[in-house]
Nanobody
Framework: VQLVESGGGSVQAGGSLRLSCAAS????????MGWLRQAPGKEREGVAR???????TYANSVKGRFTISKDNAKNTLYLQMDSLKPEDTAMYYC????????????????WGQGTQVAVSS
């Protein structure tokens, strides 16, 4: 599975961005997927996850502001980011893995190269 992110950029606080992650190769709607981010000098952290049945879960820091979704027909994962804050500045990665239907990934086998998000105050 190959994952390619796009949609990052620079935005002012309060603005919005939508990240996309195009999947190719041995894709399957049964993969669990997620978005993670890593800010300079910090460890990578999970942002949002989506199970193969469409169930979603979010980190507390982004709950109510970010929305994860996927289009199985297009093999594309999205992350809609609204009300962005300077602390959201990071490299954002999409990732995929295998899990039972309706379960979230415990770990990820496939990773994209990342897309940079910068939020200025």
């Amino acid at each position: 599975v190959q994952l390619v992110e796009s949609g990052g950029g620079s935005v002012q606080a309060g603005g919005s961005l939508r990240l996309s992650c195009a999947a190719s190769g041995s894709t399957s709607s049964r993969y669990c997927m997620g978005w993670l981010r890593q800010a300079p000098g910090k460890e990578r952290e999970g942002v949002a996850r989506i199970a193969s049945d469409g169930s979603t879960t979010y980190a507390n820091s982004v709950k109510g502001r970010f929305t994860i979704s996927k289009d199985n027909a297009k093999n594309t994962l999205y992350l809609q980011m609204d009300s962005l804050k300077p602390e959201d500045t990071a490299m954002y990665y999409c990732a995929a893995g295998a899990a039972a239907f309706g379960f979230y990934c415990d770990g990820y086998s496939y990773w994209g190269q990342g897309t940079q998000v910068a939020v200025s105050s």
